[in-house]
């Protein structure tokens, strides 16, 4: 799925987009902290992925500048971000989770890097701790020779080592600026992932057609840490999507090279979830990576088209693989 690069003139700058499911507890705080943002216009979007509390209720009444739109059923966090895309007017798309509070110049820190790198098709947040807010818990993504994707810096103090600008292998789903002119290319995010990896799916096609992904230390947000998803839900989608994720973009040349490590860094999750059998989460993971790997295999079309399509070298993509 794609998107147009056209906006209208009389469009705002940036379009927020947040997903929601039963969080009108986190967005009024979300929602209060973007009302403050230092950039001007935006848009905010807020889309409501079946709520069983009052969210919509709630938007409609406390926030009627918000546009709402509120889903059927519930896309997840995929489905609920490509509603949003294809609904916003904005130069420059925007997502965030609504378990966050932002500093007030986060989005003109994260517009003004754009504008400022056009070889960049993403932008990426400084994410703090909310409860320790001299903790890291991202500054822009890595992903391992390993096949595993990390937060970059995660739990660490926040030092010098994480205050520079600088390029990185993708951006955190939670709080990233995307171009228009990327998605268009790019596509949006293959929904069939639900939620989980899929910023690191789109990633790495970013980096695939050689587009960048920038850090930006100075866009500064705090994040209620896994306030609105985890536990086993979280650990089936990530077992199984981080399989899919090697399996649609990982070149059959680097897949080659990396594969014992790849399998290996598998076998050692396996392992340790089963030590710990009697934990829902862990038995979630084991099933995630069951059903990713009797699923493999669906996308070696969509990985030789991909490949047919991407614009750098082996040896760039291994220099950004961590």
Known sequence: MSISTEVELNAPLASVIIPNWNGIKLLRPCLDSLRKQTLSPI?????DNN?????VEV???EYPDVVTLALSTNKGYTGGCNAGIYAARGRYL???NNDTEL???WLEELVHCLSLHPEAGIATSRIMLFDQRQTLNAAGDTFGRDGLPDSRGVWQPYSQAYAT???VFGG???AMALRREMLAETGLFDESFFMWCEDVDLSWRCQLLGWKCIYVPDAVIYHHLSATGGGALSSYYVGRNTLWVIARNLPPTLYKRFCKSIWAAQWHIFTASLRSWRGKSARARIRGQFAGLLSMRRWREYNRELMLRRRVTDEYLESILS
């Open 165 to 167: 600008e600088g390029y």
């Open 94 to 96: 925007v997502l965030l």
């Open 51 to 55: 709520s069983a509390d009052n969210s």
């Open 43 to 47: 848009e905010i979007i807020i889309v």
């Open 103 to 105: 500093d007030p110049r």
């Open 172 to 174: 955190s789903g939670g």
């Open 59 to 61: 938007l409609r009444t």
